[in-house]
């Protein structure tokens, strides 16, 4: 898939307000500091579509993105970021959970693991609900370029024997660097893919 245009749609709190357009939506998230705006920055090939920033945690609301003037690129606030509060916490389990379990364009949750640790309890509970939910996923491993060939491997091949525990069948799952781009194309063929059987429909 060749990115042809990408621009910033609408930031909100609700759901509800949402656009409207029945346009199929493929969402990101993963725990604060996992690389997510550097990956939305790099498969739009967009240097600041996404705020990146040093502090982890600065996403807090549902961010829409229209690609190509067909689908849209949806930003999901991170969880699990202590700093925030409980009652910031609290909100933004909500706005995820309404997203993901509400939401009907909701076509594909791509949800990012850094591959540079070892398998995150936070991570493997809240691929448990999306399962327990019926919430159709994918696992993007970023931050590949951090690591040595072996050892990515090794926490890459950690993490899915882990998924194995609970899971017959392993989600789909890409592996990226922001800096080097790889896993672009593979994540965005994707995407088209779905979106072709989508339109076949």
């Known amino acids: 898939m060749k990115i042809t245009s990408a621009e910033f749609v609408i930031s909100n709190s609700r759901v509800d307000m949402c656009p409207q357009t029945g346009l199929p939506e493929y969402a990101f998230i993963g725990r604060s500091n996992v690389g997510k705006s550097s990956?939305?920055?790099m498969l739009t090939n967009h240097s600041k579509l996404a705020m990146t920033s040093s502090t982890p945690g600065k996403t807090l609301l549902v961010n829409h993105f229209l690609i190509n003037k067909e689908w849209y690129l949806v930003d999901l606030p991170g969880y699990g970021y202590a700093q925030r509060g409980k009652v910031m916490m609290e909100k933004i389990k909500k706005l995820i959970e309404?997203?993901?379990?509400?939401?009907?364009?909701?076509?594909?949750?791509?949800?990012?693991?850094?591959?540079?640790?070892?398998p995150q309890k936070i991570d493997l509970a809240f691929i448990e609900w999306l399962g327990e939910n019926g919430v159709p996923f994918a696992?993007?491993?970023?931050?590949?370029?951090?690591?040595?060939?072996?050892?990515?491997?090794?926490?890459v091949n950690a993490f899915l024997e882990k998924l194995k525990e609970q899971w017959e069948e392993l989600p789909p799952y890409f592996i990226s660097s922001s800096e080097?781009?790889?896993g672009r194309d593979g994540i965005l063929n994707y995407i088209e893919e779905i979106n072709k059987s989508l339109k076949a429909q």
């Open 139 to 155: 696992i993007v491993f970023t931050k590949a370029d951090k690591l040595n060939g072996s050892k990515l491997k090794a926490n």
């Open 39 to 41: 990956l939305i920055n």
């Open 180 to 182: 080097k781009k790889t």
């Open 98 to 118: 309404s997203y993901v379990l509400e939401r009907e364009e909701m076509t594909c949750l791509f949800v990012l693991i850094d591959s540079r640790l070892e």
